[in-house]
């Protein structure tokens, strides 16, 4: 999954969808659920068959399926109350944020014996209410049988939306949720969440799978604006880092990554086996740290106890401008030249879900690589 965000709320996972007009053609499909018969970059109908309003909704098209969000939703996002996660290929979640999860996370993470990936992602479960997730299983898949059983132990309602081909939809969802120790707010919050299940499971619109290299993910793009071109960062070690270093090769990656989220940190040894022991010559590797300003003692930590050697950057104000204020999602890498243009498409998230993460991020060098021999 990514962890998607919105401006420095931790744990909110948020999508930006832009879109230009196009005509849509549809029909009815499997189970009697509306279906577009194609997906269209504007106009598309749910499966109530009303228009889908695209600047509040989520468009999974390696799933087949997207979301529109109710205003409910859109404003307790917006405040950080809730975290979409991103399954690329299957589907997405919906989590409510209590007021306490950061600071729970922030305390787990500065422990000398900080937590695993499993035991953080305990610490969420256990504080922060699993509220929806809609999933695409496809009955010809390794993981299928894994994700749908992880949706039964999470969720008490799991619904079958349709059946399109060899994929059953399905819709999970809670409704107790007094086994966690809400505030009066957050409890207040959360019951105007599960007030609309079934406005969303409504909203939902159906078209067919996108395809790419990665399972159907289209991955996102990125401005041509961005860049690299001028800035002077300092880093975690205390040095100084600018365009300059980055005129020394060929090609160098990006990571962005920040202190709240866990797949970013998850990711970190893989990086550093990548670092270490597998970029060619004329290849460098750094990461940015987003919130390294505000945590710098536990951007360190984190470094320090998974043994990075790579240098992290802390964006100076011109770093922030040009390319942090339009990442939209953690992880994300970006492929930079010597002059620090951005090479190629970014990649959110892990690029490998079978934990062949460092394998796959030198593929993708190495696709950037010959972009920058041929002038691309």
């Known amino acids: 999954m990514n962890n998607l965000k919105k401006k420095r709320s931790p744990l909110i996972l948020l999508i930006t969808i832009c879109m230009t007009l196009s005509l849509l053609t549809a029909?009815?499909?499997?189970?009697?659920?509306?279906?577009?018969?194609?997906?269209?970059?504007t106009d598309m109908l749910t499966i109530n068959k009303t228009a889908v309003d695209f600047e509040n909704s989520m468009m999974l098209k390696s799933a087949g399926f997207g979301l529109q969000l109710t205003p409910e939703i859109s404003e307790?996002?917006?405040?950080?109350?809730?975290?979409?996660?991103?399954m690329p290929g299957y589907g997405i979640t919906l989590r409510f944020n209590p007021n306490n999860l950061s600071e729970l996370i922030r305390e787990a993470q500065l422990k000398d014996d900080a937590p695993t990936p499993e035991e953080m992602q305990k610490i969420v479960s256990e504080n922060a209410p699993a509220l929806y997730s809609i999933m695409r299983i496809p009955s010809k898949d390794d993981m299928a049988a894994e994700i749908l059983q992880e949706v039964k132990d999470t969720y008490s309602h799991v619904d079958?939306?349709?059946?399109?081909?060899?994929?059953?939809?399905?819709?999970?969802?809670?409704?107790?949720?007094?086994?966690?120790?809400?505030?009066?707010?957050?409890?207040?919050?959360?019951?105007?969440?599960?007030?609309?299940?079934?406005?969303?499971?409504?909203?939902?619109?159906?078209?067919?799978?996108?395809?790419?290299?990665?399972?159907?993910?289209?991955?996102?793009?990125?401005s041509s604006d961005i860049n690299m071109n001028d800035f002077s960062a300092a880093t975690l070690d205390g040095s100084i880092f600018t365009n300059d270093d980055?005129?020394?090769?060929?090609?160098?990656?990006?990571?962005?990554?920040?202190?709240?989220?866990?797949?970013?940190?998850?990711?970190?040894?893989d990086l550093q086996?990548?670092?270490?022991?597998?970029?060619?010559?004329?290849?460098?590797?750094?990461?940015?740290?987003?919130?390294?300003?505000?945590?710098?003692?536990?951007?360190?930590?984190?470094?320090?106890?998974?043994?990075?050697?790579?240098?992290?950057?802390?964006?100076?104000?011109?770093?922030?401008?040009?390319?942090?204020?339009?990442?939209?999602?953690?992880?994300?890498?970006?492929?930079v030249d010597s002059e620090g243009n951005i090479v190629g498409d970014p990649q959110m998230g892990a690029p490998s879900a079978d934990g062949k993460v460092a394998d796959a991020y030198l593929k993708l060098i190495n696709e950037r690589l010959r972009m920058v021999v041929n002038g691309q």
Do not use: H
């Open 76 to 86: 307790l996002n917006k405040a950080g109350k809730t975290s979409f996660g991103v």
């Open 273 to 335: 086996k990548l670092y270490s022991d597998m970029l060619p010559d004329n290849v460098n590797l750094i990461t940015i740290c987003g919130d390294a300003k505000e945590e710098p003692e536990l951007s360190r930590k984190i470094m320090e106890r998974i043994e990075c050697t790579f240098k992290t950057l802390v964006p100076d104000e011109k770093l922030q401008k040009s390319l942090l204020n339009e990442v939209q999602a953690f992880p994300t890498t970006i492929f």
């Open 27 to 41: 029909c009815g499909q499997g189970s009697g659920i509306f279906v577009n018969k194609e997906f269209s970059e």
């Open 246 to 269: 980055l005129a020394k090769y060929d090609l160098t990656m990006v990571n962005i990554w920040t202190t709240w989220c866990t797949y970013c940190i998850e990711e970190m040894p």
């Open 160 to 222: 079958i939306i349709t059946v399109r081909g060899n994929d059953t939809y399905y819709f999970a969802y809670n409704d107790d949720f007094s086994s966690f120790a809400l505030n009066e707010t957050d409890k207040a919050d959360v019951d105007l969440l599960a007030a609309q299940f079934d406005a969303l499971k409504n909203s939902i619109c159906m078209f067919p799978l996108g395809k790419d290299d990665f399972g159907g993910y289209e991955p996102p793009t990125i």
